[in-house]
Every structure is written in structure tokens, then in C-alpha cells.
């Protein structure tokens, strides 16, 4: 039997409180497997949705401080720190998210080394389109034979920067960190396009109302500067942009819901991708009712 159940699928599929259901049944702690939710304060324009916990004990969110820049390395020991804790407490670890390349990284144990900035690349690139920045690093990739990176996340320039200085880094820096492949049963949580693209929309009206654009607004008033926002893309990035007056509301709502849409197209690219490259996933519909998605999971995982 697996120690390890992982969920995954694209935002708005209802990934959490079927990981949430799961682990209430089988005495399971959550693992989050999403690269904005450690940051504590950013909670409505990163879905943490903490209710739809109940109970349930979870792990790497609220962890680091907006305006820093968490990493695939330390998410891979920060991963390995909790998922080690749950099991030596006989308990059940569900790694949970819809960041793949987090997941993909954890189940197949890459080895990583820490990339310091490199302010002398940083000034070479300054003043780059986000279009020049992403064909140099998907030249760099080509060049390396590289696929440990993902491309999925980066839509700012910030982003493909610190990309590009990871990707050439990683050839001059030695490995530091080795973890091994870990088993684990794959469960993906599959969604009509349409149904999706309806949940997106009416998620992110929602999150608008509950006050999206305050809690950037007091992130802001906090210190942390706009860019190093804009940097998290999607929901920071717009909102950031409308709250400083470079967009107005409506550009702002228009913008970043085709952007969520273009998001949750590219992590099932990842997903299939991973697919390819040998995980099973077994896919569940993600209309079932709950309990029969639990079931089948159990059933899956002889649990």
C-alpha cells in the first residue's frame, strides 16, 4: 500500500475539500501543493479557502513572508520535513494542489540545488520583453536538456528572469539536496471545460466581493512593493496593477479572467504531460457526488 495519496487537478476543480473529505475517513494530514499558498496574508487571491479544512491538519501554507521568493528547492525539503512527520505519527499523508511541477518534483525526487540571485544577470535582462525572456529560456532549456523547471507560471517578467538565472545556475552550482522517488497512488480530479470556465468566472466575482483588492491594498500599506505583488502573477498581478491605477476595474477583471482560464488549460497540459512521462492518474469526475468520490479513492487505495 502507498503512504502517499497525491490529488491534483486545475484550479476550480474541487481539490481541496475532496482531500479534505478523504483525510477526515482515513485519519489523513493534508499537504498543499500550491506555490502561492505558503504566503501568509495572501488569502483571498489564493484560494486558500482554510474552512473547507475543518478539522483537518494541513501543512506548507502560511509559511513564509509576502514578498519573498519560496522556491522548488525548499518546497522539496519543506515537503519531505512534514510528510515524514505525518507518517511517523501513523498517520495518512494526501499531498493536495494543482502546482505540477511541485508534485512532479516530489514524486520522482529531483535533485536540486539552491540558486542565489545573480544581480549581474539580472542587469543584462533588465528591460526585456516577457516574449524575449521566455525564447531565451526555453533556448536554455533546449540547450540543457532540461525539464525540471516549469514554464507554466511564468507570465511576468520577474518570473522568466529568475527562470533563466535558476536554469543557468543550476549548470555551474552543485547538487545539494537529494531526495528519493516517493510511490504514490494519483488521483486527478477531471472538470468540464465549460463547467470550469464557469466556476473560474464565478469564483473570481466572489473573490472580488469578499475584498481581493483590500487585502492587496493592506499587503501594499504593509511595505511590500507592487512588483515583488505583480511578481506572484494572476490574481496578484492584476489587482496590483488596478490598485496602483495602471488598469481600471473592468481591465483588470477581464485581463486576469482570461489569464486563470489560459492557467487552468496549461496545468492540464502538465498533468497529461506528466502522463507521459509515466505517472498513472486516475481521474475522477469531478460532478460525482462526494462521498462517491471518497469511496473510490478508498477503494483505489485499499483503504
Known amino acids: 500500500m502507498e503512504q502517499l495519496i497525491t490529488i491534483l487537478g486545475p484550479t476550480a476543480s474541487g481539490k481541496t475539500p475532496l482531500a479534505a473529505a ?46 519573498t521568493k519560496y522556491n522548488l528547492f525548499q518546497y522539496q525539503q519543506d515537503f519531505h520535513q512534514a510528510f515524514y512527520d505525518i507518517v511517523s505519527r ?3 499523508p494526501i499531498l493536495c494542489g494543482g502546482t505540477g511541477l511541485y508534485i512532479e518534483a516530489v514524486l520522482k525526487g529531483y535533485s536540486l540545488s ?56 543550476q549548470q555551474n552550482s552543485p547538487l545539494s539536496s537529494y531526495y528519493p522517488p516517493l510511490t504514490s497512488l494519483i488521483i486527478g480530479v477531471s472538470i468540464d471545460r465549460e463547467l470550469r470556465r464557469e466556476k473560474i468566472t464565478r469564483r473570481l466575482k466572489a473573490r472580488l466581493q469578499e475584498g481581493m483588492a483590500d487585502e492587496v491594498r493592506h499587503l ?12 506572484y502573477g494572476l490574481e496578484y ?22 489569464a486563470i482560464h489560459q492557467f487552468a488549460k496549461r496545468q492540464m497540459t502538465w498533468f497529461r504531460g506528466m502522463e507521459r512521462r509515466g505517472f498513472t492518474i486516475h481521474w475522477l469526475d469531478a460532478t460525482l457526488p462526494m462521498a462517491e468520490k471518497v469511496a473510490a479513492i478508498r477503494e483505489l487505495a485499499h483503504c
Not at 25 to 47: H, L, N, P
Not at 221 to 228: K, N, T, V
Open 90 to 92: 501513523g498517520r495518512r
Open 237 to 258: 498581478k492584476y489587482v496590483t496593477e488596478y490598485v496602483i491605477g495602471r488598469l481600471t476595474y473592468d481591465e483588470m477583471f477581464r485581463q486576469l479572467e482570461i
Open 114 to 169: 539552491p540558486v542565489p540571485q545573480n544581480q549581474e544577470l539580472r542587469n543584462s535582462l533588465e528591460g526585456k520583453s516577457l516574449q524575449e525572456l521566455t525564447a531565451m529560456l526555453l533556448e536554455l532549456k533546449k540547450k540543457n536538456g532540461s525539464n525540471m523547471h516549469n514554464t507554466t507560471d511564468v507570465d511576468t517578467a520577474q518570473r522568466a528572469i529568475r527562470a533563466i538565472e535558476i536554469e543557468m545556475g
Open 22 to 67: 478523504l483525510a477526515q475517513e482515513i485519519e489523513g494530514e493534508i499537504i498543499s501543493a500550491d506555490s502561492r499558498q505558503v504566503y501568509r496574508r495572501m488569502d483571498i487571491g489564493t484560494g486558500k479557502d482554510l474552512a473547507d479544512y475543518g478539522s483537518v491538519p494541513y501543512h506548507l501554507i502560511d509559511i513564509c513572508e509576502p514578498g
Open 220 to 231: 501594499l500599506d504593509s511595505g511590500i512593493a507592487p512588483e515583488d505583488l505583480i511578481y
